[in-house]
C-alpha cells in the first residue's frame, strides 16, 4: 500500500478544528480566509507572489483516502462521533472559490493575496499546505529576484544549492522558483527534467584531483572539428602551448600541476566543444591557468572554441581581472580570436553581499553560480505568510491580540492597485467588497495601513483590480497549460514584467521607500 | 508516463564528469570519498549526524530508468558517444561500500563522517544526493538537540513548523529530524502518517473568531463523564461558573467576548476530555483566560478534566504565571483539584533565545511550540557538508585551494573516538586505515586539526571505532526494521545517549570548549 496518500502535509488542530465545527453543525457555513505577509522579506520593498500554480493542483486534488482517513481516526480524541470520518471521505473542494493575486506578481505586505471561501470545515482544512505551498515558494523567489537586481540584466545567473537546500524537495522548489525570479540556469538535472529547466555543470575539483600524471589521459587524441579524420596527439601539441604560454606569462614549468593538465586534458577530449574546466584546484596562477590556457590554445589549434573557466574560491574579483588579462595577452600574442569570447564563472559562497561588491569592484566574471545563500534564504529563511479568517455567513470577523500588529482587518475585500501618470504602482487599496472601485482620473480618500494612519486623498491615473477568480467552485480559471515549462516561462515573464513597471525606488535593495497599502476611508464604515 | 524518475535530484555536472571517466577509460577505478562538514552549527561545539538512514535507502535503489536516460542524453553535450548512455542504463550501487557514523551519533567540524568507496564513476555520481539527504536532517536534527538542551529534559517540546518550512517535503523532514533530534510532538499529521510521531494540536485563533454568539453553540448540553446518561445544560452551568469566575478574579463582565465563550463551549462539548483552547485571540485576562475558566470549571463539575490553554501572542512569561496564579486561585477557591494540572503551553515565535529567557525568568510553561526558528534554522539555514576525493587506485588525493581552509586531508582513514576516564569522549583521532588502531591506556602522539598544530601525548582510558561498515557492495549492512517507527525511535535514543556522554563544557549553547580532532602523528608519513 502506498504509504504517501494524505492529500498534503496539514497540521492536526486543521481536523480537531474540523471535527468541532462538524459537531456543532456550521462546517457549511460560508467562510472567508485571507492569506497575506506582514513585512516584506529581506529588508526590501516588496516580495513576488509565487505557489500559486501547486496551490491550484493541490484544491483540485484535495481529498482523504480510506488510509488518510484511518490515520486521522486513530490520533483524533478517541471520543469523536464516527460519522465525522464519513464526512472527510467524501470531502473536496467543489465548494471553494479563490480570488488570488496572479503568479509572479510583486506584491506588499499586508496586502491579501489570495481569498479563500467555501464551506467553513473545508477552508479551514486548506490553511497550512496552502501556506506552506506559497510561503517558501514566493520567499525564494523574491530572492533570487533581488539577486537579479543586483546582477543587473546583462550576467548570467545559475543557481546551484541543491545540496544546502532544506531536503531534496526544498532543492526542487528552490530551482524552479528561483527560475521564475529570474535566474538562467540551474545545475539540478531534476528541475531540468519535470521543469525544463536549462541546465548547465562541467566538472568539480574532485575530477580534477582524481588525475595524478598524464600517463592517465586516454583516448590521447582528437580529430579537428572540421571534419579531418587524421588523429592529432593532443598531450603533445598541449605541451608545445605550455611551454609558450608559460614563457608568455613568466609561469615556472615546475609548479604546473600535471594532474590537473592531465585533468583538462581528458575532459578536452571528451567534450572538445565545451571545455570549461574549474582552474583554481591547486594555484590559479601557477597551474591552473596556464594549464587551461595550453589546453584551449591546443582547442583552437584543431578548430574548436573553448567555452571559459570556473573561479571557485579566493577573491573572485582580482582572479577574474587577471584571468581576463592572460586571455587578452593570450589572444593578441598568438592571434587567437576565440580567446576574446571566454567566459568567466564565479561560484564561492555568493551572497546578496557578493553582487553587490560585483557591481562596485573591478570584475571579469560573466556568470555567477550561487548556492546556499540563495535557496536557504540566509537573511531571512522564512517569509511569514499568514491565513485569517475575515468573514462566516456574511459578517466581517476580527482578531485582535495581545501583539497589536497581529490584529486583523476584517470584512470580504477587493484590492486594487493605483498606478500614476508615468505607468508606475504607488499605492494598493483595501476595499470592502461591496464598495464601488475607484476610478481613473477620480480623487479618493483613504488611510495607509501601519503608523501613520492620516486619511489623504490621491488620484490614480489607472486602477488595476489586482486578483482574478482563479479556482470557481472547484473548477481551475485560468489558463492550464499541460507543459509544465510553458507555465514556468510565463511565470518568469510574469515576474520581469511585474517588476519592470515598479518604481526604482520601491526596487531599491537596501533601505527602500516603503510602498503604500492603504484602506478605503469611508465615514459609514465602523466595526 | 511517471515525471518522477530521476532517482533522486543531482547536479549535471556529475553526468559531465562520469562521462569524461568514462570516455577515458577510468570510471572503474576504486576511489574513496569523503563526507564531513568544516564547523559545528550554530556557533556551537557539536552537531548530530543525521540521514544516514536514508542515504541507504536511496543507495540501494540507485538506478536510471530509460526515462532518465533519454533526459540525461538530451542535455549532455550532442558530441556524446551513445554507448556511455547504455552505461548509465546499467548503474547500480553494487559495486560500492560505505563506512559510517551510526545515524544520531554526536559530531564535530573536520572528522569523515562517511566514507564512500567504489567504481570513480559510480561514487562521483552520487555526491549531490548524499550531500543534499545529510546536510539537512543533520542540521535540523542539532538544531532540535539544542532546543532540547535549552528546554531541560522536563519541558515538553512541540515542532509546529510546517507551514513556515522550506516546501513541504522540507517541512516533513523537520518533522522526522528535530523528533530524532529530541523533540516530543509534532503537528504534522503526514509526519505522524509516515513515521508514527505523536502528532499535536487543538484549535487556531480563526475557530475562536469564527463564533460570534452563543446561538452558535451546538448541541448545547453534554452528559456526564460518569455515565448518567442526562443531558446537562453546559451553557448555563458555565454562565454560572463565569459569573463567580469574573468575582473572583475582579473581571468586568463587559469585556467578556461572548464569540469566544461561544468558541470555547463549542470546542468542550466536541472534546469534553481534550479541552486545551488559544486564549488570546482577544484578551487573555479580560476575556479568554475568565472563558476558560468557566467552561473548565463546568467540565470539571461534570467529572472531565480540562487539559489546558495555549497563549500565541505577548510576554509568555509574565502571562503564563499570571494563568498559573489564576488556576491556583480557582483550585483553591473552588476546591478543584483538576485545576493543579492543567497544562500552559507556549507558541510566540520561539527562538533559541527564547528558550533560554524561559530558563532565566519565572514562568509556568510545561509545553513548548516552536515553529519558524527550528524548522528553518534561522541562525544558520544550511550545514554545509562536502564531499572530497581522498583517494583513487589507493593513492592519496588531496586539494589545495586560494583559500586554506578548503585544504584537505588526503588518504583513506580510521576515524577513532577517545574516551577519558569518566567516559567523556575528548578527542577524536583520525589514523591512516593502514595504521594500527590506537590503545587504551597507551600513550599517542597526535597534532589537532586547525590552526593549532603543535603535537601532543594523549593517553585514552578506552578507545571506541566511530565509523561502521553500513553498506557493503550493494547491501545494507545494519539492522534494517520494516517498521518504520521503530527506526526513528532506535535513533531518538542513540541522540539522547550520544549526547549524555558528552561532557557539558562542550554542550553549553554560547561559547562552548571546542572539541579536539587530531591526526595520528606519525613520523614516517609524509604528502
Request: glycine share 8%.
Amino acid at each position: 500500500p502506498g504509504l504517501n496518500n494524505m492529500a498534503a502535509p496539514t497540521d492536526l488542530y486543521q481536523f480537531t478544528m474540523a471535527y468541532a465545527y462538524w459537531r456543532a453543525g456550521r462546517h457549511q457555513e460560508p467562510a472567508v480566509f485571507e492569506l497575506f505577509f506582514r513585512d516584506n522579506p529581506f529588508g526590501g520593498g516588496f516580495s513576488l507572489f509565487s505557489g500559486l500554480h501547486d496551490c491550484l493542483l493541490f484544491l483540485r486534488s484535495f481529498r482523504f483516502t480510506d488510509e488518510d482517513v484511518e490515520y486521522l481516526r486513530s490520533v483524533l480524541p478517541p471520543d469523536s462521533d464516527p460519522t465525522f470520518f464519513q464526512f472527510l471521505r467524501g470531502l473536496d473542494c467543489s465548494g471553494v472559490t479563490v480570488n488570488s493575486v496572479p503568479e509572479g506578481t510583486v506584491v506588499f505586505a499586508r496586502v491579501p493575496l489570495m481569498e479563500v471561501a467555501g464551506p467553513l470545515a473545508v477552508v479551514q482544512l486548506l490553511e497550512t499546505s496552502l501556506l506552506c505551498l506559497v510561503n517558501y515558494a514566493s520567499l525564494v523567489c523574491s530572492n533570487a529576484a533581488r539577486f537579479r537586481l543586483a546582477a543587473g540584466p546583462r550576467r548570467k545567473l545559475l543557481e546551484m544549492g541543491l545540496r544546502r537546500a532544506q531536503g531534496p524537495d526544498g532543492g526542487l522548489t528552490a530551482s524552479r522558483y528561483t527560475h521564475i525570479g529570474g535566474f538562467d540556469l540551474t545545475s539540478n538535472v531534476q528541475a531540468g527534467f519535470l521543469f525544463g529547466i536549462p541546465v548547465a555543470g562541467t566538472m568539480a575539483h574532485s575530477y580534477v584531483t582524481s588525475f595524478s600524471s598524464l600517463e592517465e589521459v586516454w583516448p590521447q587524441t582528437l580529430v579537428a572539428a572540421n571534419g579531418n579524420r587524421d588523429q592529432v596527439d593532443l598531450i603533445s601539441l598541449t605541451k608545445g602551448w605550455l611551454g609558450r604560454v608559460c614563457d608568455l606569462l613568466g609561469a615556472e614549468p615546475g609548479k604546473i600541476r600535471e594532474g590537473e593538465l592531465a585533468a583538462f586534458l581528458s575532459y578536452a577530449i571528451a567534450y572538445p566543444h565545451n571545455f570549461l574546466p574549474v582552474i583554481d584546484s591547486y594555484s590559479v596562477s601557477c597551474s591552473g591557468l596556464p594549464n587551461f590556457c595550453a589546453v584551449a590554445l591546443a582547442l583552437c589549434e584543431l578548430g574548436y572554441r573553448p567555452r571559459g573557466v570556473r573561479l571557485d574560491s579566493g577573491d573572485l574579483c582580482r582572479q577574474s581581472v587577471n584571468v581576463r588579462r592572460v586571455f587578452k595577452l593570450c589572444s593578441e600574442h598568438f592571434s587567437i580570436s576565440a580567446f576574446h569570447s571566454l567566459i568567466i564563472v564565479g561560484t564561492n559562497n555568493i551572497s546578496e553581499q557578493s553582487m553587490a561588491e560585483f557591481n562596485k569592484r573591478e570584475n571579469e566574471i560573466d556568470t555567477v553560480g550561487v548556492g546556499t545563500h540563495l535557496v536557504t534564504c540566509t537573511s531571512q529563511p522564512s517569509l511569514g505568510c499568514v491565513y485569517k479568517l475575515v468573514e462566516v455567513r456574511g459578517r466581517p470577523r476580527m482578531k485582535f491580540s495581545e501583539d497589536p500588529e497581529k490584529t486583523t482587518v476584517p470584512g470580504r475585500k477587493a484590492v486594487y492597485r493605483l498606478l500614476d501618470t508615468e505607468g508606475h504602482p504607488f499605492l494598493d487599496l483595501l476595499c470592502l467588497a461591496v464598495e464601488p472601485p475607484p476610478k481613473a482620473g477620480l480623487p479618493l480618500n483613504c488611510y495607509p495601513l501601519g503608523w501613520d494612519n492620516a486619511s489623504h486623498s490621491v488620484t490614480p491615473a489607472q486602477v488595476i483590480c489586482l486578483r482574478q477568480d482563479v479556482f470557481t467552485k472547484g473548477q481551475v480559471g485560468i489558463a492550464q497549460h499541460r507543459m509544465r515549462d510553458i507555465i514556468l516561462y510565463m511565470h518568469k515573464a510574469k515576474v520581469q514584467s511585474s517588476l519592470q513597471t515598479l518604481h526604482p525606488r520601491h526596487k531599491r535593495l537596501q533601505e527602500p521607500d516603503s510602498y503604500t497599502v492603504s484602506l478605503l476611508y469611508t465615514r459609514t464604515r465602523c466595526y
